[in-house]
Structures are given as C-alpha cells and as structure tokens.
C-alpha cells in the first residue's frame, strides 16, 4: 500500500462519513443563513461586499470550520483507528509518515469544506448583489482562517495524542472560545473589533482594509504554534511506535 492509495483510503472515510456529511450540511446552512441574515447589512455601516463585512462572515463561520477539523482528529485517536493503523503498520510506511499523511488528509478534507463554504459565499453575492471581485476576499481568508486551523489541529493532535477521549472534551470549548471570541488570538475578532470602534466608512460604506502589524505578527505566530506542535506529535508519535 503506498503512500497515495492510504491517503485516497483515508479521504473515502472522512469525506463519506455520516458525521462529517451532517457536519457540512449544517455549516452549510449556517453560513447562507449568515450571508442573508447579517452579512447583506454590511458590518457597522461598511459595504455587505467590503473585506470587513466578508472578515465578520468568516468569523461566524469559522467556529464550525473548526469543529471539523477536530473531529478529523479524533478519527486518528480512536480504537477504531487503531486497528485500522494496525493493518496499515504491517506494510513498510514508517510510522512518521503514516502520521503525515493522516495530517495531510485532514488538511485536504478541511480546504475542501473551506471551498463549499466560499463557494456558498461569492454565489450569495454575485446573485444578490452581482459582485464579482473576489480577489479583495484572499488577504482576509488567508488571516482569519489558516492560523486558526493550523492552531487547532496542532492542539487537537497534542490532545488527542494524550488520550483520544479528551478531544470531545475539546471540541465544545473550543467552539464556545471561538464563538464569543473570548481569544481573539485564536478566533481573529479582535480584527474587526478594535478597527471598527475606532473609524467609521464614508457614504458609500467604504472603508480602507488596513491591517494593523500587530494582529498579522499574532496571526503568523499562532500558525507556527500549530505547525511545531504537529511536527513534535509526529515525532513523538514515532517514537512511541518504534518502542513497541
């Protein structure tokens, strides 16, 4: 079995899983229901196509975005799975690959979910209201969702590494953090937060998309928090596995 056939193998059980259908169905719906209930009014008084209204779409979203990705987690952890990588491990993949590649699938599966969540998006608002410049919508995708999901993966592989228990135990604190944005670090609201108390768009509901440095430094750190903490699970989980 090599290394494409496993990570074809393991795309099947995610992506097909009733879980993760439901899941999706129900991001699905909260983020048209988003777009139609509070993005169409634009973000205190901004433009409902401008980069801040699309900042506080995302935001909204990203809570269950990442419930996904830690419930791709727990796949790994399970008993389940441990009979599955039982099987796996008699073939010559070392173990820190097998574990990268796990990572990776789950990776995939997230961009995956990210693109039907976008998709839902720029549809929404070439429809609604024939925008069709979504190029402006890359720096705050790239800020808001990729350092939080490398941040929760990392965290949720160090948990789940731990004992694969405690993840279900993760997962509703970090939706309740993200959610109230009780750490702006992790979920990013601190953004759109402290910039729009401070300034107020013109007639037209434009409002310049200026990033303070501070906030792109924390966003760069918290993905390099979550890029070393799964490369030392990987490690340690090799480790434990050349033990046995």
Same mark, same amino acid.
């Given at each position: 079995m090599n290394n494409l056939k496993i990570m074809k193998y393991e795309m099947k059980r995610l992506l097909f899983s009733k879980v993760y259908l439901v899941l999706l169905l129900i991001t699905g719906w909260f983020s048209y229901n988003v777009l139609k209930t509070?993005?169409?009014?634009?973000?205190?008084? $901004?433009?409902?196509?401008?980069?801040w209204s699309y900042s506080s779409f995302l935001l909204d979203v990203n809570p269950f975005l990442l419930v996904i990705v830690l419930m791709f987690c727990t796949y790994i952890f399970s008993k389940k799975e441990e009979a599955v990588r039982t099987i796996t491990m008699t073939t010559k993949i070392k173990p820190t690959t097998y574990f990268c590649l796990k990572s990776i699938t789950i990776t995939v599966?997230?961009?995956? $979910?990210?693109?039907?969540?976008?998709?839902?998006?720029?549809?929404?608002?070439?429809?609604?209201?024939?925008?069709?410049?979504?190029g402006q919508f890359v720096q705050p995708i790239f800020l808001i969702l990729i350092p939080s999901v490398l941040f929760v993966l990392g965290i949720g592989m160090f948990i789940g590494n731990i004992n694969g228990n405690l993840l279900y135990i993760f997962i509703p604190i970090i939706f309740i953090i993200t959610n109230s944005g009780a750490l702006s670090i992790i979920s990013?609201?601190?953004?759109?937060?402290?910039?729009?108390e401070s300034k107020v768009a013109d007639m037209m509901g434009n409002l310049a998309f200026n990033i303070p440095q501070g906030f792109v430094i924390s966003r760069i750190s918290l993905g390099v928090i979550g890029i070393l903490l799964i490369v030392s699970v990987c490690k340690a989980y090799s480790k434990s596995k050349n033990k046995v």
């Amino acid at each position: 079995m090599n290394n494409l056939k496993i990570m074809k193998y393991e795309m099947k059980r995610l992506l097909f899983s009733k879980v993760y259908l439901v899941l999706l169905l129900i991001t699905g719906w909260f983020s048209y229901n988003v777009l139609k209930t509070k993005t169409i009014y634009g973000l205190n008084d $901004t433009a409902p196509f401008s980069e801040w209204s699309y900042s506080s779409f995302l935001l909204d979203v990203n809570p269950f975005l990442l419930v996904i990705v830690l419930m791709f987690c727990t796949y790994i952890f399970s008993k389940k799975e441990e009979a599955v990588r039982t099987i796996t491990m008699t073939t010559k993949i070392k173990p820190t690959t097998y574990f990268c590649l796990k990572s990776i699938t789950i990776t995939v599966a997230y961009l995956l $979910t990210v693109a039907i969540v976008i998709a839902i998006s720029f549809i929404f608002y070439n429809r609604v209201f024939q925008f069709n410049n979504f190029g402006q919508f890359v720096q705050p995708i790239f800020l808001i969702l990729i350092p939080s999901v490398l941040f929760v993966l990392g965290i949720g592989m160090f948990i789940g590494n731990i004992n694969g228990n405690l993840l279900y135990i993760f997962i509703p604190i970090i939706f309740i953090i993200t959610n109230s944005g009780a750490l702006s670090i992790i979920s990013g609201k601190s953004l759109v937060n402290s910039i729009l108390e401070s300034k107020v768009a013109d007639m037209m509901g434009n409002l310049a998309f200026n990033i303070p440095q501070g906030f792109v430094i924390s966003r760069i750190s918290l993905g390099v928090i979550g890029i070393l903490l799964i490369v030392s699970v990987c490690k340690a989980y090799s480790k434990s596995k050349n033990k046995v």
